[in-house]
């Protein structure tokens, strides 16, 4: 149980594209998903909590207009990432959390997404 | 967000040593405590979590300990394999709420 998936796990654009990432939870019903960006060979950064129903919450120096989430339903969070930019490329990580399950501490990883911006 | 660091950054034991990372956090109000380890382009796997109403837990080769006061815990693995090499990342939270990344130690094992 609590499995989380992501779409696509690579993708290689244009700079100037926009690029929309999927993260679905897909045994269990996730009012919260996370958002990570990971460069090589550093930490797990933070970057919004997405909340269904509601505007997703961006950590400090995020730009939520080049970020844009969207939590429409209790199992997918979309990512979108507007007017892309080589630095841009990373590898983002989406997590969702099970909180009506015995496992409600824990958050469950999707595979990541590989963007690379050319 | 909370500040989470660890120590080592990166660390080389021989196989069958014992490795120890340690991870402080500032935010007291952290109840959930886990260590993940991440194997290069994969995602980040639960191997060990502990919460604030116990001080120690072990599973075979590993082991979590928790010290809330000085906001302090710290990943044991003992009887080092080779496959044990990988970055390992704590991410201490509060239930409810985010969960912030440390900073990652690399880990390597000599056969």
């Known amino acids: 149980g609590a499995v989380v998936s992501q779409h696509p796990s690579r993708v290689i654009c244009k700079s100037g594209t926009s690029v929309k990432i999927e993260c679905r939870s897909l045994?269990?019903?996730?009012?919260?998903m996370f958002w990570y960006r990971q460069f090589p060979k550093q930490s797990l950064m933070l970057m919004a909590t997405?909340?269904?129903?509601?505007?997703?919450?961006?950590e400090q120096g995020v730009e939520k207009d080049k970020f844009l989430i969207n939590h429409a339903s209790l199992t997918l969070s979309t990512l979108t990432v507007t007017s892309a930019h080589p630095e841009d490329s990373s590898f983002y990580i989406c997590?969702?959390?099970?909180?009506?399950?015995?496992?409600?501490?824990?958050?469950?990883f999707g595979p990541g997404t590989r963007l690379t911006v050319l | 967000g909370e500040n989470v660091e660890q120590h080592p950054s990166t660390l080389s034991v021989q196989e069958g040593d014992s490795a120890v990372i340690k991870c402080t956090y500032s935010d007291s109000a952290s109840n959930y405590f886990p260590w993940y380890k991440q194997e290069l382009g994969k995602r980040p796997q639960l191997i060990i979590d502990?919460?604030?109403?116990?001080g120690e837990k072990k599973d075979q080769r590993i082991a979590v300990t928790l010290n809330k006061t000085a906001k302090h815990f710290s990943l044991h693995i003992t009887e080092t394999q080779p496959e044990d090499s990988a970055v390992y990342f704590c991410a201490p939270g509060n239930t409810g709420n985010q969960f912030y990344f440390g900073t990652g130690t690399s880990l390597t094992v000599i056969p």
């Open positions: 502990i919460r604030s109403n116990v």
């Open positions: 997405s909340n269904e129903g509601s505007k997703a919450t961006y």
């Open positions: 997590s969702a959390r099970d909180l009506a399950g015995k496992r409600y501490n824990e958050q469950f």
């Open positions: 045994d269990f019903q996730a009012t919260t």
